[in-house]
């Protein structure tokens, strides 16, 4: 990532946050599950299963306006997001799409194809995908993971990706649950495609790989070794829906693969921060003036409390002294917290 001195600050691009959640920001202070989860099928199946099927179209559209606040506040310009709200379905992707420009974000959105809500559930999320990407919405076409999609249904998913000319947004091999992901994908995966986790992947497959250091660490899935695909495959990361700070989670992959490897460079994330100009590339164009100088990665894996001062998306300044431009955090902020109290109250 090139930099170059800017102001009182340091500039470098937009950063991107290849593998989001936003439905997720609203999780915060939910009620616990109904009993400890002890793996990461259970910790689907307790917290964020009965969290997706409890959202309504207002909480998803805070949840995104949320999240791409705390994500413009904290340098990222675009986010590569991944839905799912089974009973809000239809309309969901523009919502999202929608909540991110009003902030001032770019945004890629997809909805997740998955055979657990029944196949109407799964016809219903092909079509918003459908939907959306006809409509000119930019995006993928989503899918949640393997275990959860019968053959037929990882067909359907494919054939609509080719039919539109455009990639998949899946969930690969991030638990042992899905260990099986690489043999029913390979041959299947194209170039274009987004391979969120790959933490048990057990051969190499086409695509783009989204590294999520911190909620692998979280979910006790294990560390997904990324420096094994960057020969091969671009890697870039995400945070799987723990906010949207770029700076933080390349410290985190920094740390978790110098725990595995004392020789480790800071060198390595901040390699696969700058991977996600491949899925986004508008976002290169973006401008970001720090608090800090300078913007490298010996100093960035090491230096706490870096901000931005000012934002810039498509010449438009979005983030002025460190303050959004766009809309009023305070008001955003308030009515998220609305919203999640609706969606506590459900759970």
């Not at 995006?139 to 990882?154: I, K, N, Q, R, Y």
């Not at 070794?225 to 799987?240: E, I, Q």
């Not at 955090?329 to 917290?337: G, H, K, N, Q, T």
């Amino acid at each position: 990532m090139s930099t170059n001195g800017a102001g009182a600050g340091f500039e470098t691009p937009g950063l991107v946050c290849a593998h989001h959640h936003l439905y997720s920001t609203l999780a915060r202070g939910m009620p616990a599950p109904p009993r400890v989860p002890k793996d990461f099928g259970e910790i689907l199946e307790l917290v964020w299963w009965r969290l997706d099927l409890a959202l309504d179209e207002e909480m998803i559209r805070w949840s995104a306006m949320l999240g791409a606040l705390e994500a413009l506040e904290r340098g990222t310009t675009a986010i590569v997001d991944h839905h799912a709200s089974p009973n809000a379905i239809e309309g969901s992707l523009d919502v999202i799409a929608d909540a991110c420009e009003a902030v001032g974000v770019r945004s890629s959105c997809c909805y997740e194809v998955t055979d657990r809500n029944g196949a109407d559930g799964m016809r219903r999320g092909l079509e918003e995908n459908e939907r959306f990407l006809r409509g000119g919405g930019q995006g993928f076409v989503g899918a949640h993971a393997c275990f959860t999609l019968s053959d037929e249904s990882l067909a359907a998913v494919s054939g609509l990706a080719e039919d539109l000319g455009a990639g998949v947004h899946i969930h690969v091999a991030e638990g042992e649950i899905d260990r099986a992901a690489g043999s029913r994908l390979e041959g299947v995966a194209r170039s274009d495609w987004l391979l969120a986790h790959c933490v048990h992947l057990d051969r190499p497959l086409e695509g783009r790989i989204a590294h999520n250091a911190r909620s692998n660490m979280n979910n006790a899935v294990g560390y997904a070794r990324p420096t094994r695909w960057a020969g091969s495959n671009t890697v870039a990361l995400g945070t799987d829906g723990i906010g949207g700070d770029m700076l933080e989670e390349f410290r985190i992959a920094y740390v978790r693969h110098r725990e595995s490897d004392v020789t480790a460079s800071p060198e390595s994330a901040w390699s696969f921060l700058e991977g996600g100009y491949e899925l986004f590339p508008e976002a290169h164009e973006d401008r970001v003036v720090w608090s800090y100088e300078p913007m490298e990665p010996w100093h960035l894996a090491f230096t706490p409390g870096v901000r931005p001062l000012e934002v810039t998306v498509g010449g438009e300044v979005v983030l002025s002294d460190g303050v959004p431009t766009k809309v009023d955090p305070v008001e955003v902020r308030a009515r998220a917290a609305e919203q999640a109290a609706r969606l506590h109250s459900r759970l």
